[in-house]
């Protein structure tokens, strides 16, 4: 772990209890439904939601909680020695979800005694492409898919898959573990389906139910497409929670496009616009000088939440207040770790481990100052499981 907040058993305990009572009430009190927009509702009146509120205040509380021990793998096969060589292939470094979880690799290579190493895609169809060409040239001993679709680089999947290179996926398909089409030994991530909805839990959590949301999204990435979409369904749930406007910005465009948008938005929706979602949270760092420069204040409104990927800038952002609240973060130096034993899995002909990370909400709150979250614990489980 890397220093958060444990909360007690007792404190964790009171937190669930009254969480519990207060679900009790409000699902008493029943939902009701209605269209005005009159500044001085509460989430019981005609543009609440008592029931999907008292779900969504539950979800969050329970998220938001630190003292998570692991509960990934601690047995598999020992470290694979002999010159081993890891390739990286990246759809942008400028993505700090994908450099976050390079790093995480080169960490546990270094562990296990592996050699990594890095070839960027550059965020374009032909970069990617090239990048994958030159990592199959290479004929290392694996390949990870950095974040894009390897249907976007079928011929060299299947050159890979004819040289026996094995192939690890880091958020390469929407779904987590094996996959037969495209080929991948095991896709690591968490739970797309399970990040978009708590992202959208915390909106109408902390919104009290009522809320007007801007959602941004890379629609050139499947993988983001679909979360944006899933935390659209979750926030239509909640007949007080009202999209504004469904963004699409590709991320290799986010630092030249998200202020214009931003501004436009502000313009646009004024103090109607409370919360934000965005599938990555980089859109926020684009996005905070255009807040700045309209004179919103750091602390909010907007309300913005990245459901996703938790780089350390993105807590900078929310320990300091600065036009970001929250994140749903990937555990990246984990999953940088379980990057590399799944490789060595796939070298000792056993199966993938079929570990998931649990969701977690990191807020000023609860992270205690600290730039990343990862559950406590894995460095050891692995190093155990390598006999390092």
Same mark, same amino acid.
């Given at each position: 772990m890397h220093g958060n907040r444990r909360?007690?058993?007792?404190?964790?305990?009171?937190?669930?209890?009254?969480?519990?009572?207060?679900?009790?009430?409000?699902?008493?009190?029943?939902?009701?439904?209605?269209?005005?927009?009159?500044?001085?509702?509460?989430?019981?009146?005609?543009?609440?939601?008592?029931?999907?509120?008292?779900t969504a205040q539950a979800a969050v509380l329970r998220a938001e909680q630190t003292d998570v021990p692991w509960g990934g793998p601690t047995t598999g096969p +020992?470290?694979?020695?002999?010159k081993r060589t890891l390739v990286y292939v990246a759809q942008t470094m400028?993505?700090?979800?994908?450099?976050?979880?390079?790093?995480?690799?080169?960490?546990?290579?270094?562990?296990?005694?592996?050699n990594v190493r890095v070839v960027d895609g550059g965020g374009t169809p032909a970069g990617i492409q090239a990048a994958m060409s030159e990592a199959v040239a290479l004929r290392p001993s694996g390949i990870v898919i950095g974040?894009?679709?390897?249907?976007?680089?079928? +011929?060299?999947?299947?050159?890979?898959?004819?040289?026996?290179?094995p192939l690890v996926g880091w958020h390469a398909l929407a779904a987590p573990g094996p996959s037969k +089409?495209? +080929?991948?030994?095991?896709?690591?991530?968490?739970?797309?389906?399970?990040?978009?909805?708590?992202?959208?839990?915390?909106?109408?959590?902390?919104?009290?139910?009522?809320?007007?949301?801007?959602?941004i999204t890379d629609a050139s990435i499947p993988f983001a497409r679909n979360k944006s979409e899933l935390i659209k369904k979750e926030l239509a749930t909640c007949p007080g929670v009202k999209l504004l406007a469904y963004e699409n910005i590709p991320?290799?465009?986010a630092g030249t496009r998200t202020p214009r948008?931003?501004?436009?938005?502000?313009?646009?929706?004024?103090?109607?616009?409370t919360h934000s979602v965005a599938i990555n949270d980089l859109y926020f760092a684009d996005a905070a000088p255009a807040f700045r420069a309209a004179g919103q204040k750091g602390s909010g409104p907007p309300y913005n939440i990245g459901a996703g990927d938790g780089d350390p800038s993105a807590f900078q952002r929310i320990n300091s207040?600065?036009?970001?609240?929250?994140?749903?973060?990937?555990?990246?130096?984990?999953?940088?770790?379980?990057?590399?034993?799944?490789?060595?899995?796939?070298?000792?002909?056993?199966?993938?481990?079929?570990?998931?990370?649990?969701?977690?909400?990191?807020?000023?709150?609860?992270?205690?100052g600290t730039t990343s979250w990862d559950p406590t614990g894995y460095q050891q489980a692995y190093r155990q499981i390598w006999g390092k």
């Open positions: 909360a007690t058993p007792g404190a964790r305990a009171s937190r669930l209890t009254s969480c519990a009572l207060l679900a009790a009430a409000i699902l008493l009190a029943g939902c009701e439904r209605g269209s005005s927009d009159a500044p001085g509702e509460t989430p019981t009146g005609p543009n609440g939601c008592p029931a999907v509120h008292a +020992r470290a694979v020695t002999g400028t993505n700090p979800g994908v450099a976050g979880a390079a790093k995480g690799v080169r960490e546990a290579a270094r562990v296990i005694g592996w974040g894009f679709d390897p249907n976007s680089t079928s +011929r060299q999947v299947a050159q890979a898959e004819r040289a026996g290179i +089409r495209p +080929r991948l030994f095991t896709n690591v991530t968490t739970r797309v389906e399970e990040v978009a909805g708590i992202s959208a839990r915390w909106v109408i959590a902390h919104s009290q139910g009522r809320a007007g949301v801007v959602l991320i290799p465009d948008e931003i501004s436009s938005l502000l313009a646009r929706f004024g103090a109607r616009w207040r600065q036009y970001q609240a929250a994140t749903v973060p990937e555990p990246l130096s984990l999953q940088g770790w379980q990057i590399v034993d799944e490789f060595n899995r796939a070298f000792s002909g056993t199966p993938a481990s079929g570990y998931t990370a649990p969701v977690h909400i990191s807020t000023a709150d609860n992270s205690a």
